[in-house]
């Protein structure tokens, strides 16, 4: 069972907004300002997307957001495109000896 | 653009050692860290276990592994080679996952996101 929870899945039409949350606890999520997000297309190596909450690495378009509150973070997608088709993965820093813990991942469809 | 690739074998048998290598190209290895991630075959993703490598010849590696595998796995570094590497003993068919090689950004001198990613090694377990 996966530290963090996320939907295991969330669609959407082209042109439309969709937010995929990540709930964790006041170990991790809650406690740090250390969540990143992962894209995952099929058969692909994952791929940073937001850094600390809410940081873009050069290079990922600004339709992708991110933002925390109390225990859970988001990822908004606006603008929703094909290529969002994957799954998205986020992962926090933890006080436990772990240090890392990942969510189980939501698929996101692009209908 | 830094470049991973991972190389090892494809299959080791049950409570064999796993062994993975990853060349590091297109960037240095010193100042980062370098992390072992794993993903069993249609699940999520799991972190192994790092090394910090400061580049000073006088100082050790800092590590850190994951509870779980830690008296099982070893994470190494061959700076005259640009490798990383990993090794994890008495392996069993829940090791078998997609193996990434991933570099980490120091921040505030500690690790808190994963930016550039090998392709993975699939590595099986079993007889």
């Known amino acids: 069972q996966s530290a963090l929870t996320q939907a295991a899945s969330v669609s959407g039409f082209p042109g439309q907004s969709i937010t995929i949350s990540c709930t964790g606890s006041s170990s991790d999520v809650g406690r740090y300002n250390y969540v990143s997000w992962y894209r995952q297309h099929p058969g692909k190596a994952p791929e940073l997307i937001i850094s600390d909450v809410t940081n873009r690495p050069s290079g990922v378009p600004d339709r992708f957001s991110g933002s925390k509150s109390a225990n859970t973070a988001s990822l908004t997608i606006s603008g929703l495109q094909a290529e969002d088709e994957a799954v998205y993965y986020c992962?926090?820093?933890?006080?436990?000896?772990?240090?890392?813990?990942f969510g189980a991942g939501t698929s996101v469809t692009v209908l | 653009q830094v470049q991973l690739q991972e190389s090892g074998p494809g299959l080791v048998k049950p409570s064999g050692t796993l062994s993975l290598t990853c060349t590091v190209s297109g960037g240095s290895i010193s100042r980062y860290f370098w992390t072992w991630i794993r993903q069993p075959p249609g699940k999520g993703l799991e972190w192994t276990g790092h090394l910090y490598y400061s580049g000073y010849t006088d100082s050790s590696p800092s590590l850190h592994y994951s509870p779980s595998l830690k008296s099982r796995v070893t994470i190494s570094l061959d700076a005259s080679k640009n490798q990383v590497s990993l090794r994890l003993t008495s392996v069993t068919a829940a090791d078998t996952a997609v193996y990434y090689c991933v570099r980490g950004s120091p921040a505030g001198g500690d690790l808190y996101y994963f930016d550039s990613w090998g392709r993975g090694s699939l590595v099986t377990v079993s007889s």
């Open positions: 992962c926090s820093y933890t006080s436990s000896s772990t240090l890392y813990v």
